[in-house]
């Protein structure tokens, strides 16, 4: 048939380790030397334009759909298509100039927010920890459960921020509101929390007033560009994990905001995924998982943050505990997978076990990165240091 010489051109660049395909016709084609690692099963001819075009996304709707059959370690194969600088994975389109990226509106946001967020917190809670925190978690030592290693992120960044009794915090994307409660809690001070997640934010509210906060911590479901016209100002200003959804074209915008919200010689902590350079999104992630998501270099931010006076005080990778954060969830969304199941039908649970496969191979394998930045709007000469040790995975 036409359609195999396309198919087997783009699998002999795959991967370098040996593996085995199975066509719909029953054809078997090995590729590579060796004991195969693992096996593709396409069950029927896919879209050819759509395969040359987007292999990536063809490839990933096909094993959604069940139209490809994926037979081993679904992180581990990711790692070994990332390995081969020639496959697909690798085929990197450098964006231009922000201009030409198109922006996400106040309604844009909202909705792509709800999108992902808004899947039912009893969803998230079968998977993350006690804190339901959806982000990056601090390992001290390689015994530390999820919810030990989310406490440990959560400190570690509230130590940071030097915090001092009465004043103020805003957090910017606050998810389930778990840190905004801690830092009231150890360090008494008065903490705003934002997002756009009705199920977010109904939590949070709940939260805060289980824990006989209400007058000292507030949840607001606002976007971030709203509340600098109410003219609100803070001592420390925090964001873990929202940055990656405001788009290439805001991150100039987001930084004005915190530039307008953040007090002379404030102190703010930004916690992000980042990417070794400026690239357009992966298209499966953007239609799925992240709809409006753009993953920022370290050097644009660096560029952005400098341009707003912002002085940057400390600058920590923690790549790898975002690995072990993300097979920490995977090992949960498998371990519940009767209850997912209860819940969403069959191309949901393989779409995100993809997802989450995918997010630790890149995180494994170096493509993606995770950075907190502590800045001060200009000179800050009362921080002490940031870090005293330093953990090795």
């Not at 601090?138 to 004043?167: R, V």
């Not at 560009?225 to 994990?241: H, P, Q, T, Y």
Request: proline share 2%.
């Amino acid at each position: 048939m036409l359609e195999k010489p396309i198919y087997k051109k783009i699998l002999e660049k795959a991967s370098n380790d040996p593996f085995l395909v199975t066509f719909w016709d029953g054809e078997e084609k090995a590729f590579n030397k060796g004991e195969p690692a693992f096996r593709l099963i396409f069950k029927k001819p896919l879209n050819t334009k759509k395969l040359v075009s987007d292999t990536t996304l063809a490839l990933a709707e096909a094993y959604m759909s069940g139209e490809l059959v994926i037979e081993g370690n679904i992180e581990k194969i990711i790692e070994s298509i990332f390995s081969n600088k020639d496959s697909f994975l690798n085929q990197h389109k450098v964006l231009g100039k922000i201009s030409k990226i198109k922006s996400n509106t106040v309604k844009k946001s909202k909705e792509d927010i709800s999108y992902h967020y808004d899947l039912g917190n009893d969803f998230y809670r079968l998977w993350l920890d006690e804190t339901m925190s959806y982000s990056c978690a601090y390992f001290k030592t390689k015994e530390d459960t999820l919810y030990e290693a989310q406490m440990n992120k959560i400190h570690h960044t509230l130590k940071k921020l030097n915090l001092k009794p009465g004043q103020t915090l805003l957090d910017i994307g606050c998810g389930w509101g778990y840190l905004i409660i801690e830092a009231a809690k150890f360090y008494q001070v008065k903490a705003v929390g934002i997002t756009l997640s009705e199920e977010q934010y109904l939590e949070t509210k709940k939260r805060i007033e289980e824990n006989g906060l209400v007058g000292q911590v507030e949840v607001r479901l606002v976007d971030y560009r709203e509340l600098s016209k109410e003219k609100m100002m803070f001592d420390r200003i925090v964001s873990v994990g929202m940055l990656e959804h405001v788009g290439q074209a805001n991150i100039p915008i987001f930084m004005d905001e915190v530039d307008k919200l953040l007090k002379e010689k404030g102190v703010a902590l930004i916690h992000c995924i980042t990417g070794l350079f400026e690239t357009e999104v992966n298209t499966f992630l953007g239609k799925y998982i992240f709809p409006g998501g753009y993953i920022p270099s370290v050097r644009e931010l660096i560029n952005h943050m400098s341009l707003h006076n912002f002085r940057i005080i400390d600058l920590e990778s923690l790549r790898l505990h975002y690995y072990r954060t993300l097979q920490h969830w995977i090992m949960n969304f498998e371990k519940n997978i009767d209850k997912v199941e209860k819940r969403f039908d069959d191309r949901f649970i393989r779409m995100w076990r993809l997802y989450l496969n995918a997010c630790a191979a890149n995180f494994n394998m170096g493509n993606s990165d995770l950075h907190q930045f502590l800045i001060s709007k200009g000179v800050n000469n009362e921080l002490p240091t940031t870090r005293d040790y330093l953990y090795l995975l």
